[in-house]
């Protein structure tokens, strides 16, 4: 706002109680004496007053002490006070500052700002409701708050004050008031007040920002229509919704290539797509059925991010079977895509550019293959160059985008587009779209490089090295505005003071977010670029198209590939100082920068050997005693015959208790609950074992009983009752119906089974994983069924030979021939998820008499247990790609995350994902945050550094165990 130009008798006309003292300072309340001995003390004027006492913006509960309540001292301090409450939506406060901008009087202002602080939030709301229309706030008692007669009207910018006038103080010194929270006109009136204070040396204060003034519109259009804005009720909370819901209904969509093709597609290629829908049956045959129709790269997490998206209009051909068909292109790009059947566009839309259109609805009814279109001539890859370049080059794109796409180009690229040979020096062969490929490659990599630059160093460099004291911390808020800030709210009431706290918490909570999520774009940029760099060292043909396109490039792509963290998934700086920082981050043994050489026998089998002897040694230890199984038997068959005795089913039915879990899947402690679960003594299905009415009577059988600690968890997924039991001491539960942990426990037990290498291994990492801290699914880490995924997963894929199947994907015939009369597996309905439906089925050995076979072929694998330890380590420190795919030993292979994406919406981040046997769309590793997940495979970093440096004889290949087994150190206790 503009400041008032004063004459020169204006600041001796004003009233003393308008004068500024000096110094912003909080002043303690002062006592009766100290008040007397200021009044003696107190110089003798026109119209002596006392000093004028500062108040917490509260009450005035004793009228008798303090007549004028609510009186503020400096007017730095109103402003800032008063902006607090002008940013909590007060309409009086919004009301005055649109006053102020209209007449420009600041001291009519000031005063106006100073009455409202004065009021409670029930007072200011009724002077607004008692305003009459046009008025924007009440006016002032006669005297106080005017201009003097003759004061000019504030016009232009804000004017210096005369040099006859008394200075004004600002805040004390060293001490700046921050204006980024003030509307424009009352940021510059605090400008102003602040400047007419005597500056500490050094410090500068920088012009005010614009910011928005529609909530101030708004509150003052109301204030003059008369209507008093409500408050708004308090939000609920959002309530999570998933990106897409696959709705079953027994939707189909697939596509055809006009002259037939099968596999890949070339880019632009015509596709035929035909569709088909459940519809209700009382539907009309002949009736129209529209749905749409969008192509989409494989893993899109909404329905809004197609590529293309089409109206697909059909008929009603059937009771209840709608059908149609549409023409599509294929992308013009490279890579991996799918047709989704979805919910057809309102009437009007597709007119309707993106941004203005409304979001598209979740329900998916139905996904098609995967579309895999590859680059096969040079027109191709022209156009794939293009489209990357483009979408790098133009504002508001994607450029994550763009480089998954260029690395997708230079994976896939055929060895028949290899560029020719150089006929000459300083000359190039080919045709004119090979030129042109060559100029739009190195267009793309100079904006890959440029685009890398501006994330490099990454967020998680940046806090390690500050974590090392290399770089300081970054401060949002300095003390000194943190000090302003709270000296603002001091002065407020405690309503106010709560709903400017609320609103500070609001930005900063806004804020941390908005930094969360530039990390992570930071992080998906560095690993798109690894990608990059991957692909072009991975394909010849694409190596010799960056050489000859960009050597110059290919140099520097091979330099910032030596600075790739595995663990940070980040580039390191280059330079002298980057080089530098990144030794010593790993001479500190922070991570682990690259793995070593390839192990062989030759050097690692000593510490094989060492390891393999160690590991005999403490698994006698681990395993659990002979007692273990015949203690828990007992206690099932007690706590059966008590439920059946207590008649828990009802009319005399028996039931059976089954033990699930780590007591009986082979893979238990000698500590391990004792998991049962209720199953009906008859082979008819009982509907009525999952309500809770049987657990609740379960609870009470055993109360009766005399079991201790019965906790009764009725209301739970699945229904339980945890109990200790009272001869044992033993912590038992029971579930009332569990078919799916039943049926895990069966398919663990298989597997243990086959070869005793595979309980060696699980329970070795059971033990390290708990004893370095990493075995806590309430702490965010991975839970013990987890590693024993991760271990059969191991024993399925990296051995060669291989030591387990897939009992899930094994014939149920096996080894006898397949019986061409068997019905496929049955899917049965979930459980506890009406909408999906899982698979039940796999071979069990004891139920086929195949146990002997799977031993036989188990036991051609000759590698020791020593030495698939170190094997497991080393795969899951540097040979997964966490970021692309999903450990899955129900398929005996990896799964793409896209795939996993796609059907199940899982996400794709860089953290271990961990298919679940049975229920296929649960991640068991989804506890796992990317802080975690960092920890997680650090500490497989370790051990397997550990390995190598045994066997390099830097660690005593005797005590390699000991070491990667040894207990986290103990923090510190401030006493």
């Known amino acids: 706002m503009p400041a008032a130009q004063e004459p020169k008798g204006a600041a001796a006309d004003k009233k003393p109680s308008q004068r500024r003292r000096r110094g912003g300072k909080k002043h303690p309340k002062p006592d009766g004496d100290q008040r007397r001995r200021e009044k003696q003390e107190a110089p003798t004027e026109e119209a002596p007053q006392e000093p004028v006492q500062r108040s917490r913006g509260r009450r005035n509960r004793n009228p008798q002490k303090e007549p004028e309540a609510k009186k503020l001292e400096e007017d730095s301090d109103v402003l800032l006070a008063f902006g607090a409450l002008l940013k909590t939506n007060d309409p009086a406060a919004a009301a005055a500052h649109a006053a102020y901008e209209r007449h420009e009087d600041q001291a009519r202002f000031i005063e106006d700002a100073r009455r409202l602080l004065a009021m409670s939030p029930s007072e200011r709301k009724a002077m607004v409701q008692r305003a009459p229309p046009g008025m924007a706030m009440p006016p002032p008692p006669p005297g106080i708050g005017r201009s003097p007669p003759g004061s000019p009207r504030r016009v232009g910018a804000p004017a210096a004050p005369h040099p006859g006038s008394p200075r004004r103080n600002g805040p004390p010194p060293g001490l700046v008031p921050s204006v980024d929270h003030l509307p424009p006109g009352l940021a510059a009136l605090a400008l102003e007040v602040a400047a007419e204070g005597n500056p500490p040396p050094g410090i500068s204060r920088s012009p005010p920002k614009p910011t928005d003034d529609d909530d101030v519109a708004a509150a003052l259009s109301a204030l003059i229509s008369g209507n008093t804005p409500e408050e708004p009720p308090p939000k609920p909370k959002k309530k999570w919704e998933p990106p897409r819901v696959h709705v079953r209904r027994g939707g189909r969509v697939s596509f055809t290539a006009p002259d037939g093709q099968k596999g890949p597609l070339r880019p632009r290629a015509r596709l035929d797509v035909s569709w088909e829908l459940r519809v209700d049956e009382d539907v009309e045959v002949g009736s129209r059925r529209d749905v749409s129709v969008g192509l989409f790269r494989v893993g899109a997490p909404t329905n809004d991010a197609a590529i293309v998206a089409k109206q697909g209009k059909g008929t009603v051909e059937e009771t209840g079977l709608a059908r149609g068909a549409v023409a599509f292109f294929a992308p013009r790009a490279a890579g991996a895509f799918v047709f989704r059947l979805l919910d057809p566009e309102p009437p009007g839309q597709q007119q309707k550019p993106k941004s203005e259109r409304p979001k598209a609805s979740s329900n998916v009814y139905a996904t098609s293959d995967k579309l895999d279109v590859v680059v096969r001539t040079h027109d191709d890859l022209l156009d794939s160059l293009k489209a990357s370049l483009q979408q790098l080059e133009e504002p508001g794109r994607s450029r994550l985008g763009a480089l998954q796409q260029l690395a997708v180009v230079a994976e896939t690229l055929p060895a028949s587009l290899a560029p020719k040979r150089l006929t ?388 149920l015939d096996w080894p006898n021939p397949k019986n061409p009369d068997r019905p496929p597996p049955e899917r049965v309905p979930h459980p506890f998820d009406a909408s999906r439906d899982v698979c039940l089925s796999f071979h069990d050995p004891d139920k086929t008499g195949s146990l002997a076979d799977l031993r036989e072929i188990a036991g051609r694998n000759r590698q020791s247990l020593g030495e698939l330890l170190a094997l497991f380590f080393r795969h899951y420190a540097w040979d997964v790609d966490y970021r692309n795919l999903v450990v899955a030993p129900r398929t005996a292979c990896v799964l793409p995350k896209a795939n996993k994406a796609e059907l199940d919406c899982w996400p794709q981040n860089p953290h271990l994902a961990i298919e679940d046997p049975f229920e296929t769309h649960y991640d068991v590793a989804h506890v796992l945050k990317y802080p975690k997940h960092q920890l997680v495979r650090k500490e497989f970093m370790r051990a397997s550094k550990l390995i190598d440096d045994a066997a390099a004889q830097r660690v005593d290949p005797d005590l390699v165990l000991d070491y990667i087994c040894e207990p986290l150190p103990v923090p510190d206790q401030v006493m």
Not at 561 to 568: F, G, K, P, Q
Not at 596 to 621: E, I, M, N
């Open 424 to 811: 000459h020096v300083g000359g190039r062969s080919g045709s004119s779209a090979e030129k042109k490929c060559r100029e739009k490659l190195r267009a793309c990599l100079a904006r890959c490089l440029d685009e890398l630059a501006k994330n490099v160093p990454g967020p998680l460099t940046l806090a390690t090295r500050r974590r090392a004291d290399e770089l300081p911390f970054d401060v949002d808020e300095t003390e000194e505005d943190a000090l302003t800030r709270e000296r603002a709210w001091s002065v407020l009431s405690e309503e106010d003071e709560v709903a400017a706290r609320d609103a500070f918490e609001q930005q900063r909570v806004a804020k941390i977010k908005k930094q969360r999520n530039d990390d992570r774009r930071a992080r998906d940029v560095h690993a798109a670029c690894r990608r990059l760099c991957a692909a072009f060292n991975g394909n010849s043909a694409s190596r010799q198209w960056l050489e000859s396109a960009a050597p110059e490039q290919a140099r520097r792509l091979d330099d910032v590939s030596t600075r790739w963290d595995a663990l940070l998934e980040e580039f390191w700086p280059g330079g002298a100082d980057g080089v530098a920082a990144l030794r010593r981050h790993y001479d500190r043994a922070d991570s682990f920068f690259r793995p070593t050489h390839q192990p062989s026998a030759q050097q690692h089998g000593f510490a094989w050997r060492a390891l393999d002897d160690a590991c005999a040694r403490v698994l006698p230890q681990l395993f659990p005693s002979e007692n273990f199984f015949k203690r828990r038997e007992e206690v099932r068959r007690r706590v059966e015959a008590c439920l059946n005795n207590a008649d828990v089913l009802g009319n005399g039915r028996r039931l059976v208790l089954r033990v699930f879990g780590s007591s009986a899947n082979l893979f238990g402690a000698e500590g391990a609950d004792l998991d049962m679960c209720v199953v009906p003594a008859a082979s008819e299905e009982d509907t009525e074992l999952s309500s809770p009415e049987v657990c609740r009577r379960v609870g009470e059988a055993l109360e009766s009983a005399g079991a201790k600690n019965v906790q009764v968890r009725d209301t739970a997924r699945v229904p339980i009752v945890l109990f200790a039991d009272p001869q044992t001491g033993l912590d038992c539960d029971v579930s009332t119906h569990n078919p799916l942990a039943l049926r895990n426990t069966e398919l663990l037990r298989a597997y243990a089974k086959i070869d005793g290498r595979v309980r060696g291994m699980a329970y070795v990492i059971k033990k390290w994983a708990k004893i370095r801290g990493i075995n806590s699914p309430s702490d965010g880490t991975l839970s013990s069924y987890g590693y024993i995924l991760c271990v059969l997963a191991f024993l399925q894929t990296v051995p060669n030979p291989p030591i387990l199947p897939s009992l899930q994907r094994l014939d």
